[in-house]
């Protein structure tokens, strides 16, 4: 197998895994890299993430291999699939084994805690300007693209031949992926729509109906593309698979370990608890903290991200929090502010 033939998937969790095995179902030759506690010689020998796909059998052209160096160095395409507060690490880790012909993506949402950079700054930081970079993103739970079930994705990069290929090289009848030049909205949508679903999470835990959910993520919306459009981004693109269809998403169905945070917030339990629990990470508690920075540095208005930080960080009560939201001065909905 030779670079040219091979896509390496590095990061063996639920969504590293399903990526692999979409990518394999295609006829793409995927290499799929897991650390030492995720167990690569076992999932090796079942043919199947025991841990997080149980019901998702490998496809043949799915292949496991602990080594990084081997798995880097022998494939042209790499994408990335690790939390956020992972991915500057890991690719420091990628970086020695890198040279010209490599061409980097990653599945990764959200901010860096630290600086607030966008994973494209975080690459662009990493690894300088010399390689085609692109992300993966969009409405999609792990467990259903694993189960070949009809998914639609957005691959944006400012590499059109890079994003198209990666189109191509993961869409078959059961998988769609369009593509878009607009690597800022996409990963803008990708971290914001996270805090917003701890707060549709606690507002139906709260038992406070249809009515506010909606709200919630339509306003929600409203302020996920005003902080894209300040960092750069296109409005359009928040209308899109990576904006309004990830949001709704992850705001409204219970696979959603971020609208699980929420539900289990509203009954008294404590963050670290709940994540303990769900056992895997809850990227909206990172982002909670990123994108309430970003929006400060940035002067944008978003009050349902900055409560759910309050709640998270500041040990706000609900009640006060909604007090304070539904107390906000009336104005068009059209104007700038929430």
């Excluded at 306003?219 to 005003?226: C, D, F, I, P």
Aim: charged residues 20%; negative net charge; aromatic residues 6%.
């Amino acid at each position: 197998m030779t670079s040219s033939q091979s896509l390496a998937v590095i990061g063996a969790g639920s969504w590293g895994t399903a990526l692999a095995i979409q990518f394999a179902r295609t006829g793409q030759p995927t290499v799929l890299w897991g650390r030492a506690e995720d167990d690569p010689e076992q999932m090796a020998a079942v043919r199947c993430n025991t841990r997080y796909l149980p019901d998702s059998p490998f496809p043949d052209e799915l292949r496991i291999d602990a080594d990084l160096q081997r798995v880097v160095t022998t494939n042209t395409d790499i994408l990335i699939c690790v939390p956020s507060h992972a991915f500057r690490t890991v690719l420091e880790q990628v970086k020695p084994y890198l040279d010209a012909s490599k061409r980097i993506s990653w599945a990764t949402k959200g901010f860096e805690q630290q600086s607030g950079k966008l994973p494209h700054q975080v690459a662009a930081d990493v690894l300088g300007e010399s390689y085609s970079l692109a992300v993966l993103s969009g409405p999609t739970f792990a467990t259903e693209v694993g189960a070949g079930l009809p998914t639609a994705i957005t691959v944006a990069s400012p590499d059109p031949e890079f994003a198209g290929r990666l189109a191509k090289s993961i869409s078959n009848a059961h998988f769609r992926a369009y593509t878009s030049d607009d690597i800022v909205g996409v990963e803008v949508g990708g971290a914001v729509k996270n805090v917003l679903a701890i707060a549709a999470g606690m507002s139906d835990g709260f038992g406070y109906g249809a009515n506010t959910r909606i709200a919630l993520i339509s306003r929600g919306l409203k302020e996920m593309t005003r902080l894209g459009i300040a960092l750069g981004a296109k409005a359009e693109t928040f209308m899109g698979l990576s904006g309004m269809g990830d949001l709704v998403l992850t705001c409204t169905d219970d696979l959603s370990r971020n609208r699980r945070m929420g539900l289990a917030l509203a009954s008294g339990r404590s963050a670290d608890e709940v994540a303990r629990e769900i056992g895997q990470v809850v990227e909206g508690v990172y982002a909670a903290r990123a994108v309430y920075m970003v929006a400060s540095r940035e002067n944008v208005d978003m009050p349902i991200c900055e409560q759910v930080y309050r709640i998270l960080y500041e040990h706000a009560s609900a009640t006060e929090v909604v007090n304070k939201l539904m107390s906000r001065a009336l104005k068009p909905e059209t104007e700038s502010g929430s």
